[in-house]
């Protein structure tokens, strides 16, 4: 799990723009939204030089029903599944990556999904379940992917 | 039970040199170099179990016997007895994926139980992360560090078999104490109820596991704090 290349701040940049901020919440529940969460998760993770989230899914706050703004959900949760390390069967469900990937996926599609250790099977998975959002994380993931050329 | 000393086919005894999980320091290294040298040592074999077979003449054990003892190091022990601890790379220096270090409660199980007579041999495997490179989800104790000082433990598995078997997982989120003083009641429950030469997982196809799980007591005795380090730090504690 202490992978080389897992870029945590970027992560935080794109969690970060889910936040609705105290404007919208008048209150921040930190640990009680499932941004916060995934907010706590990263700086755990950052502050404490371990990929591991002791006891992260255990806690993650199922009972957050807030709406979200979709496309930042989707921009951060393809942001997470480009930073996954593809572990396979070696899949940590603790993993800092997938205890805010579980967090996203809960504020998206109100559900979890059983991750199997790789993002590309991931997106066929949301793509069964819901299309129309597979579909537009998919476009999410290919375009922020590395080494993709901008378009003009 | 005995030295892990053997007569080989070709007339030269074979000599298991055990360290701390496989661990030489620069000075040991050379050391046995020279010893190597001196013995009359034909080649070297670095063993699965992380022990050096050094083939020597048989006129010349106790010359290394002194000289393996000079380096800090021990003859192997082979037979009915918990034999020395295998560990993974798993430390800061050696591996970017070790959520613990392996060599200090691998050095402390190996010191306190190597050598002590059971029903069949008893392997205990040490792994850095859930990967386990060192097979501990075959080992008849292996002990998974899922942080710095907290383990899973895996009881029953064989490895290195025809039939091999996976070990259950019996205690998680346990500190290294509890990992230690949990090996002491499975091997005196092991003894107690194992027949003559049966290895511990077909024990416990016989008596059932139930017999060798820790009490929800044992377990919350030895929780380790670092499980409730996110919870603290998230303010989800108390």
């Known amino acids: 799990m202490a992978a080389r290349d897992v870029n945590l701040e970027k992560i935080r940049a794109a969690v970060d723009r889910c936040c609705k901020t105290e404007a919208e919440c008048n209150k921040c529940e930190k640990v009680g939204c499932l941004i916060g969460y995934c907010q706590l998760a990263l700086d755990y993770s950052r502050q404490k ?5 002791p006891g992260g899914t255990r806690h993650i706050p199922r009972r957050d ?11 951060a949760l393809a942001e997470v599944l480009l930073q996954c390390q593809g572990c396979r069967d070696n899949h940590e469900e603790e993993c800092v990556i997938n205890v805010t990937r579980s967090a996203l996926e809960l504020a998206l599609l109100g559900e ?11 997106l066929m998975q949301v793509n069964r379940i819901n299309p129309d959002i597979g579909k537009e994380l998919m ?8 080494g993709r050329i901008p378009e003009a | 039970m005995g030295d892990a000393i053997f007569r080989q086919r070709s007339g030269v005894l074979g000599v298991g040199i055990v360290s701390k999980c496989g661990l030489l320091t620069p000075a040991q290294l050379a050391g046995l170099g020279k010893l190597a040298e001196t013995t009359g040592c034909l080649y070297c074999k670095m063993t699965t179990r992380q022990t050096l077979i050094f083939l020597i003449p048989s006129d010349r054990l ?36 070790a959520l613990g270090d392996v060599f200090k409660l691998g050095g402390e199980l190996q010191e306190r139980f190597m050598n002590r007579p059971t029903p069949r041999d008893f392997k205990i495997s040490v792994a850095g992360c859930h990967r386990g490179c060192t097979d501990p989800y075959c080992a008849d104790y292996g002990i998974v560090a899922t942080g710095e000082d907290t383990y899973k433990v895996y009881l029953g598995g064989r490895g290195g078999s025809r039939k091999p078997v996976h070990g259950t997982l019996i205690a998680e989120e346990i500190n290294g104490e509890g990992v230690m003083t949990l ?13 003559p030469k049966e290895r511990i997982c077909n024990t416990i196809e016989r008596v059932g596991l139930e017999r060798f799980l820790p009490s929800e007591d044992f377990i919350a ?13 998230a303010g989800l504690e108390g």
Do not use: W
């Not at chain 1, 999904?113 to 991931?122: K, R």
């Open chain 2, 183 to 195: 090996l002491e009641a499975i091997l005196k429950t092991y003894t107690e109820c194992a027949e």
């Open chain 2, 221 to 233: 005795k030895y929780r380790s704090r670092e499980e409730n380090d996110f919870l603290s730090f």
């Open chain 1, 112 to 122: 979890t999904i059983d991750y199997e250790g790789s993002a590309l099977l991931y």
């Open chain 2, 62 to 97: 106790e010359d290394l016997r002194k000289g393996v003892a000079a380096l800090g190091l021990r003859i192997g022990v082979f037979g009915e007895i918990v034999r020395n601890v295998k560990a993974c790379a798993g430390n800061k220096d050696l591996c970017q994926r």
């Open chain 1, 49 to 53: 030089h371990s990929f591991r989230i």
């Open chain 1, 65 to 75: 029903f807030k709406a979200y703004y979709q496309s930042d959900l989707l921009l």
């Open chain 1, 139 to 146: 476009q999410f993931y290919e375009k922020n992917k590395p």
